[in-house]
Antibody, heavy 119, light 106 residues
């Protein structure tokens, strides 16, 4: 079955760079039509899509965070890595990674990881 | 960017009643809309794919309809476990967006 798990720091300081890793199983990012995305959710607020990478390496980003995000994949390790630069307290949120196919919506999600931005 | 507007913000109902949740898109997204259920402390769970297709394992009391700009999630005969927050989400174009959510409360 498909599973995803997010990992990374729980606390980062303002202006630092956040690096999150999504480790998955049950599918391959070498398979056509497969993608992995990142979505975040500030405490008590709505979901916000951040970025997505396809099996081909093509990547898409939220325009509201353009320039701060980078998404990459390591198919040999079954991992997708998201980096976000210049972190701010407003970036405090639970960060999720999720699987989707190009003809479908996000169907499998990780449990999420809470990242707090504070001095 | 497609803006998804959900209504109502909060819906107060009792078990056994029917819930009707709305999602309106700011432009035509055909049928490329999904519905998710989220309970406190949990990841979102896919309920409906592409406006009207129930995801695997989702009970038949959940149904979705609509196309273009207006979409509806209907939950028939509410069960206690259905009280949660519901989000709509489109994949019609970049960037992907989510609605602001509807809280379904007892």
């Amino acid at each position: 079955q498909i599973t995803l798990e997010e990992s990374g720091p729980t606390l980062v300081k303002p202006t630092q760079t956040l690096t999150l890793t999504c480790t998955f199983s049950g599918f391959s990012l070498n398979t056509g039509g497969v993608g992995v995305g990142w979505i975040r959710q500030p405490p008590g607020k709505a979901l916000e899509w951040l970025a997505l990478i396809w099996w081909s390496g093509e990547a898409h980003y939220s325009p509201s965070l353009t320039g701060r995000l980078n998404i990459d994949k390591d198919t040999s390790k079954n991992q997708v890595v998201l980096t976000m630069t210049n972190m701010d307290p407003v970036d405090t949120a639970t960060y999720y990674c999720a699987h989707r196919l190009d003809s479908r919506h996000f169907d499998y999600w990780g449990r999420g990881t809470l990242v707090t931005v504070s001095t | 960017e497609v803006v998804l507007t959900q209504s109502p913000t909060t819906l107060s109902l009792s078990p056994g009643e029917r819930a009707t949740l709305s999602c309106r898109a700011s432009q035509n997204i055909a049928g490329h809309l999904a519905w998710y259920q989220q309970k406190a402390g949990q990841a979102p769970r896919l309920l409906i794919n592409d406006a009207s297709n129930r995801a695997t394992g989702i009970p038949a009391r959940f149904s979705g309809s609509g196309s273009g700009t207006d979409f509806t999630l209907t939950i028939n005969s509410l069960e206690p476990e259905d009280f949660a927050v519901y989000y709509c989400h489109h994949r019609s174009s970049w960037p992907l967006t989510f609605g602001q959510g509807t809280r379904l409360e007892i």
